[in-house]
């Protein structure tokens, strides 16, 4: 490169350089920091005696990443040179050219010391005692975007640039820069690289690539462990014969086919549960989540799977317990309703009663009806606050209380007033429950029933002739005060006449678009029911609380029908 001939006719010398430089640089290593040097040394001596190299990184800033020359004689003097300039940015002449994006001839440097901005006396100590007399500064531009700038001096040749030196700058500039930029692409690429290897190697779940013929490219650690392959043995395999059973392998191909064929996809983008296939043919379940990797050229796919055997161990384990749990809700709130209505002298007697939710937890509604000598019978409707144990407990003391209650006396009001009495010193407060208590005597055209309530929902009566109306004085909660207000009222069911009984789950559901039942709604619904036997009086109301809230009770629905046949 030395022995150019300084004398050469400035084409023929430009052409000369070019011809030796473009191999150099269309060879040149794919490593960053060797490019820089490669292209600091076409330069020096050929084109110049001192040659700096910065490059403009990501965030803006300007970073030197070569500073050499002829009296350099190794790296080491480079560095200590390199040392000697301030750490203050680019000069003005290379702030020029890096705004314009053109280069910048300076004939005489020592007299443009003179009047740059921007430059440190250190700086222009050294330009002086290193003898700079002519320089080049020309953007380094790669792809429409200028990436650094190089700066070239002469020195203790004695050359003086011209314009022709400058026209054999840029043309290597153009071919330089993009040597730079490529080997800088290499280089993110290699560290893109290292990072998707980082984490092939270190994720919990197998990735698995595959091309678009379905043959696997990629088979990370996880996925050795989790399928019982080692990589080198299924890298080139076809995926459906080496992870997914052979009764799927059929639907997989048909799948892959399909979406190449027309763009249909109906795993990729979702995150789904299949059964995968271990090496020794054994079948397990997986999530499987599958995406498209953007690359030119035909589609390539990565699987990401999870092996959720012991999740689906674990939700087996729950869901038996679940049903276990159920099922002992179900015969604890069994043991607290009465298995069976006794048959009622003279009247027609049903109840319904519907658990919300799964039924996985014991409610607070109850109703029980017994005889309490002679003549006499009672029915009773509950509800005891929340759920769970505490409330069964509740519920066991309220139906005891009341059966022996009932047995010292007749008038229902004081039936509650001790059942108040009995919540208090069991539980101190605590938990409270409303009630209506319901006393039935036969009388001369049918029954009368007198009942008090205690902060339930007042009973409604439907006459035969499908009129609807309350029956009772609204009372306070039991449980919670020492002194409640307790009324009786009483009134005379004739043929075709029934009381219906029920707690707040039948007027309180709710739809999905906020419509209440509401007491108006029930009222309505009774008197459609006039003239029809208990039973179906029972179903219709829970049957209606039930359809308008979609199937899904938010809360447990009890009713209870005592009717006077026509």
């Given at each position: ?12 010398r ?6 030796v430089s ?10 960053f920091a060797?490019v820089i ?10 084109l ?12 803006g ?11 350099v ?6 560095a200590r ?13 290379m702030l020029?050219?890096?705004?314009s994006?053109?280069s910048?001839?300076i ?5 443009g ?13 050294l ?5 700079f007399?002519?320089t080049?500064i020309v ?7 200028t990436?650094?700038?190089?700066t070239?001096s002469?020195?203790?040749s ?7 030196d400058?026209?054999?700058?840029e ?19 290699g ?19 595959m ?7 990629d088979f990370?650690?996880?996925a050795e462990r989790?399928?019982?392959?080692a ?17 799927l ?15 249909e996809a109906?795993?990729?983008g979702?995150r789904?549960e ?15 989540a ?5 690359v ?11 092996d959720?055997t012991?999740?689906k ?5 729950l ?8 099922q002992?809700a179900r015969?604890l709130q ?6 069976h ?8 007697v049903?109840?319904?009663?519907r658990?919300?939710?799964a ?5 607070g ?12 019978w009672a029915m ?9 144990a ?6 066991a ?7 022996a ?5 007749r ?8 059942l ?5 010193r ?5 938990r ?5 208590y319901?006393?039935?005597?036969p009388?001369?055209r049918?029954v009368?029933i007198?009942?008090?309530i205690g902060?339930h929902p007042?009973?409604?009566?439907l ?5 609807v109306e309350p029956l ?14 307790l009324?009786?009222?009483?009134a005379?069911?004739l ?5 219906v009984m029920?707690?707040?789950?039948v007027?309180?559901?709710?739809s999905?678009e906020?419509?209440v ?7 309505e619904?009774l008197?459609t ?9 029972a179903?219709r109301?829970s049957?209606?609380?039930l ?10 629905v009890?009713?209870l029908?005592v009717?006077?046949?026509a």
């Amino acid at each position: 490169m030395a022995d150019i001939a300084q004398d050469q006719p400035d084409a023929l010398r430009r052409l000369a350089f070019l011809e030796v430089s473009g191999p150099v640089l269309l060879a040149a290593s794919t490593d960053f920091a060797s490019v820089i040097e490669q292209v600091a040394h076409l330069v020096v001596p050929a084109l110049a005696d001192w040659c700096a190299i910065d490059i403009i990184e990501d965030d803006g800033t300007v970073r030197r990443v070569a500073f050499t020359g002829v009296d350099v004689a190794d790296a080491e003097t480079a560095a200590r040179l390199q040392a000697l300039l301030p750490d203050s940015g680019p000069t003005q002449p290379m702030l020029d050219a890096l705004r314009s994006g053109r280069s910048l001839l300076i004939p005489d440097v020592q007299t443009g010391l003179e009047t740059w901005q921007n430059v440190e006396p250190a700086h222009a100590e050294l330009v002086r005692r290193l003898g700079f007399r002519s320089t080049i500064i020309v953007p380094l531009v790669a792809r429409g975007r200028t990436i650094g700038i190089a700066t070239l001096s002469t020195s203790t040749s004695g050359r003086t640039y011209g314009e022709a030196d400058l026209h054999l700058a840029e043309d290597l500039a153009l071919r330089a820069a993009l040597a730079v930029d490529n080997a800088r692409l290499f280089e993110a690429i290699g560290h893109a690289e290292a990072r998707k290897s980082a984490i092939l190697e270190s994720a919990i779940d197998a990735i698995v690539s595959m091309d678009h013929h379905g043959l696997i490219t990629d088979f990370n650690p996880a996925a050795e462990r989790i399928f019982g392959h080692a990589r080198g043995d299924v890298i080139g395999g076809r995926l459906s014969e080496t992870i997914i059973p052979r009764w799927l392998r059929e639907r997989h191909e048909s799948a892959r086919e399909r979406y190449l064929e027309t763009g249909e996809a109906h795993l990729i983008g979702r995150r789904v549960e299949m059964v995968g296939m271990r090496r020794d043919g054994a079948e397990f379940p997986i999530e499987l989540a599958v995406t498209r990797v953007d690359v030119p050229g035909p589609p390539t796919f990565t699987a990401y799977i999870r092996d959720i055997t012991e999740q689906k161990r674990a939700e087996h384990e729950l869901f038996e317990s679940r049903e276990r749990f159920a099922q002992m809700a179900r015969t604890l709130q069994e043991s607290l309703l009465p298995p069976h209505l006794p048959e009622v002298p003279g009247v027609q007697v049903a109840a319904r009663y519907r658990a919300a939710g799964a039924g996985n937890e014991v409610g607070g509604d109850f109703y029980d009806v017994w005889h309490t000598g002679g003549d006499g019978w009672a029915m009773v409707m509950g509800d005891v606050q929340g759920k769970g144990a505490d409330a069964a407990a509740v519920t066991a003391l309220a139906r005891y209380t009341l059966r022996a209650a009932a047995m010292q006396s007749r008038r229902p009001s004081r039936v509650l007033a001790q059942l108040n009495e009995a919540i208090l010193r069991q539980r101190g407060g605590d938990r409270f429950c409303t009630a209506v208590y319901a006393r039935v005597r036969p009388s001369d055209r049918g029954v009368r029933i007198t009942v008090a309530i205690g902060g339930h929902p007042l009973p409604l009566l439907l006459r035969a002739d499908g009129t609807v109306e309350p029956l009772g004085k609204p009372g306070t909660l039991l449980g919670l005060l020492e002194h409640v207000e307790l009324r009786e009222e009483a009134a005379e069911l004739l043929p075709g006449d029934a009381l219906v009984m029920f707690t707040d789950g039948v007027t309180e559901a709710r739809s999905s678009e906020g419509r209440v039942f509401g007491e108006y709604r029930l009222r309505e619904l009774l008197a459609t029911c006039a003239g029809l036997e208990a039973f179906v009086v029972a179903e219709r109301v829970s049957q209606a609380a039930l359809e308008l809230q979609g199937g899904d009770l938010r809360d447990d629905v009890a009713v209870l029908v005592v009717r006077v046949p026509a």
